[in-house]
């Protein structure tokens, strides 16, 4: 069974940084592609991030340039480490994959991370 674990979500100013976590188990965590997804109240679930076996990496245009996602493959793990927060960041985080390697139809997500950045 594939679990997957956030962390590092929390209030921070507009400027200011968090790094989200992601711990991955049940699947062979090299081989898949990962992602991370935002939700804001009202908002649909929206692409943040995602990042391949390879490591090649692509991002939303609203986070392009303050946003890094990476991966630990030893440790099961992507992080997405977040810089110059603003408030319209504020959303539940979720990591995602999809159980078919090399795939990027996400249909398996954690249970989210809350961000709140204040102005």
């Known amino acids: 069974q594939v679990q997957l674990v956030e962390s590092g979500g929390g209030l921070v100013q507009a400027g200011g940084s968090l790094r989200l976590t992601c711990t991955a188990s049940?699947?062979?965590?090299?081989?898949?592609?990962m992602a991370w997804y935002r939700q804001a109240p009202g908002k649909q679930r929206e692409l943040v991030a995602t990042?391949?076996?390879?490591?090649?990496?692509n991002y939303a245009d609203s986070v392009r340039g303050r946003f890094t996602i990476s991966r630990d493959n030893a440790k099961n793990t992507v992080y997405l480490q977040m810089n110059s927060l603003k408030p319209e960041d504020t959303a539940v985080y979720y990591c995602g994959t999809d159980p078919r390697v090399g795939r990027s139809t996400f249909s398996i997500w954690g249970q989210g991370t809350q961000v709140t950045v204040s102005s």
């Open positions: 049940g699947i062979i965590f090299s081989s898949h592609v």
């Open positions: 990042i391949t076996s390879g490591r090649n990496t």
